[in-house]
């Protein structure tokens, strides 16, 4: 294909375009348990017009042209500041996402460890093995090891092992709050005092929980202490463009002390232009981010966000107990937060994840234990009692026909 000699329409773009996608999974119809997340028609509405509002701004240029989309940025990280429970010398940034977010917290910490240690010596991370591949990421790019530790039996990270493997070039622990795979916050309390004991920075990232688990919290659900009131954690991650319902690409960080923030920001002088500061791993950002996170937290505000969280925890509860009632099927864990997995004892789960992929349903997979997995939203409300007669269905055809040979499907992201 080439860059088109005459120009085209919209009109006929746009049914070019619909066409394209005629095939793709059909994610408001909850066909798919990851990637996208919904909460009502009236926040996907504010999304787009806030984020097309500001869709040719800059936030890059937030200090020097656009006042107002800075200002949007600052108010969205202090309610983050205030939701995560963070001191007064706390600051925030606004990302793009949540491999970003690490990855500058990961660079945050290298800085802090060379302050200590100098740069000869080649520093670690030390993490529960259910930690985001984007902490492996951070480690390729800044030559850091990242030593994966085996869980507990209870699927969480196991404190004793982790202190076990911490040595002296050891400059980073993580928790999960939850992690990805089980959706399980990780023992951030006993992780915090790890890391005191040790002078250890501990990294929460909480992208996929941070914007949803301090209202299952205010909810009374019984949900551990996860963010800046321990005070072992040093700096957090949570993902707006995930349960804070917010439209890609957007993400907070945040650190307990400004002077590990500095550290972490890119400060350059010598080149035509002069000075460029940032402190995000990016140049150009979208407004439309910045802005569209600004409408959505004030639209929703806190009892907006309850509400949503009562509905994502009963819906989670009745897809747990569902699953339960189909023979053969086992909840690797009971959902804390957002996330399903389970497996089977005596079918092969993949096999069964097979039949739902033939029925349109896409399914998350879990290697260890083997096992099905969703993220969910409330895309999947309505759709729960056909997912889980497609599921029932689909074990019992993996049961009648166990000569069939094992799924080749392979987990992945
Ligand atoms: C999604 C996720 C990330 C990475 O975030 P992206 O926005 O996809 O870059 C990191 N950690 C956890 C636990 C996540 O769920």
Redesign the pocket.
Known sequence: MKLPEQGVDWAELEAEMTAMTSADIDWRRGRTPLYTFFATENVNAIGKQAFTKFMSENALGGKRAFFGVKRMEDEVLAIGLDLFHAPSDAQGIMTT????S?VLAVKGCRDWFRTRRGTARRPNIVAPSSV?P?FDKAGELMDIPIRRIPLGPDLRADVALISAAVDEDTMMVVG?AP??PHGLVDPIESLGDLALERDLWLHV?A??GGYVAPFVRMLGRPLPAFDLEIAGVRSLSA?L??FGFCPKPA?TLFYRYAEDAERQAFDFDTWPNGRLATNTLVGTRPAGSVAAAWAILHHLGRTGYVEIARRLMEMMDAYAEGVESIEGLRLWTRPELTILNFGAEEIDIFSVADHMTRDGWLSGLTNKPRGIHAMMALQHEPVREEYLAGLRAAVEAVRRAPQDRPSTLRASY
């Open positions: 996402g949540g491999t970003e690490i985001h984007a999960s992690c990805f990232d992208c996929v993902d463009h995930k993400s």
